[in-house]
């Protein structure tokens, strides 16, 4: 169970009492969190999702309620914050900071179907085309630099094969990514995990879980999609999947020839990124709470796949 702050009705109806969103009628919290404690809470006029920060950076908050805010603006499927009477969104219950969002539909697509990854790679390219123009700032933790600081921390843990693989993709990113030309910049999920979209049949419903989002190059964005969304078992990209997210997302905001050029590094990096961050976990920093891990060896294996098979051909792009 993921609700590590418990809360009584009372505390959360006078929480309410702030908002117009009507009166207290269900409490229930959420399992499957990692990081945060979350609630469903039902009143009598709406479907709410509370969340209280557990960890993390909680100065950074206010980037977040921005950017979620402005891509709901946008008219973008995300959870825009809920603003109190004073047009506050963010504040403090239980001692840890609070937000409440609108309970969007939908469920986890577990096997995407084709017109899922359309309308995701659609949804993205919209997403990415918009946030060019975010005027917020948050650097991406989980870049180049990144690698570069952590990768040593975990090589102990690693045989000898691994050890020199990990090393040598960090030394190659560096050289592809410092003599690259830059990148398309620009607001990023950071982590967008079919877990973290909600789907109703075809249709989007929500993309959610924000708490990774920055600022960076729109290229690791739409490498971490294609490394989840288009990625079979064995670590071996989907041609169906790939093509349809690829065309989708082109149709929206074409990729530049410098990202097609680095494209295939960075499917790679993307994948070192996750197969270090969960190593972190499993070796290095374990979470605050009694939760299972993700299994590191899952990014290794599409790191392993790209490196054999490497990346498919990128469909050209068409503009909608």
């Known amino acids: 169970m993921a609700v590590f702050t418990p809360l009584s009705d009372a505390q959360v109806a006078e929480f309410l009492s702030h908002f117009d969103v009507g009166s207290l009628i269900a409490l229930e919290g959420v399992a499957g969190g990692t990081e945060n404690t979350t609630f469903f809470v039902t009143t009598d006029r709406r479907e709410l999702v509370l969340t209280l920060f557990e960890q993390g950076e909680h100065e950074e908050l206010p980037f977040f309620v921005e950017l979620l805010d402005y891509l709901d603006e946008h008219r973008l499927p995300v959870p825009g914050t809920v603003h109190d009477r004073d047009g ?35 949804t993205l390219g919209r997403m990415h085309r918009v946030s060019q123009h975010f005027p917020g700032h948050r650097p991406n933790p989980r870049d180049l630099n990144w690698l570069k600081a952590m990768h040593h921390k975990v090589l102990a843990y690693l045989s000898a094969d691994d050890q020199t693989l990990m090393k040598d993709e960090v030394e190659i990113y560096q050289g592809v990514f410092g003599d690259a030309p830059g990148l398309p910049q620009g607001a990023l999920h950071g982590d967008l995990f079919r877990d973290n979209t909600l789907f109703e049949g075809n249709h989007l419903g929500g993309i959610i879980d924000f708490y990774n989002g920055c600022t960076g190059d729109l290229l690791f964005d739409l ?23 690829l065309n989708a997302y082109q149709a929206r905001r074409p990729l530049s020839d410098t990202e097609c ?18 190593l972190l976990v499993v070796y290095v920093d374990p979470p605050a709470h009694d939760l299972t891990p993700h299994d590191p060896e899952q990014f290794r294996t599409i790191l392993k796949a790209r490196l054999e098979h490497g990346a498919l051909p990128l469909p050209e792009a068409s503009h909608a």
Not at 223 to 244: C, F, K, M, P, Q
């Open 261 to 278: 050029t680095v494209w295939p590094f960075m499917l790679r990096m993307t994948a070192l990124r996750y197969w270090l961050s969960r």
């Open 223 to 245: 490498a971490i999609v294609i490394n989840d969304w288009a990625t079979e078992s064995d670590g071996r990209l989907n041609a169906e999947r790939h093509d349809i997210i």
């Open 88 to 122: 506050i969104a963010l504040h403090s219950l239980a001692d840890k900071p609070a937000l409440l969002f609108p309970r969007l539909p939908g469920r986890h697509p577990l096997s995407p179907n084709a017109e899922q990854c359309r309308v995701l790679g659609d």
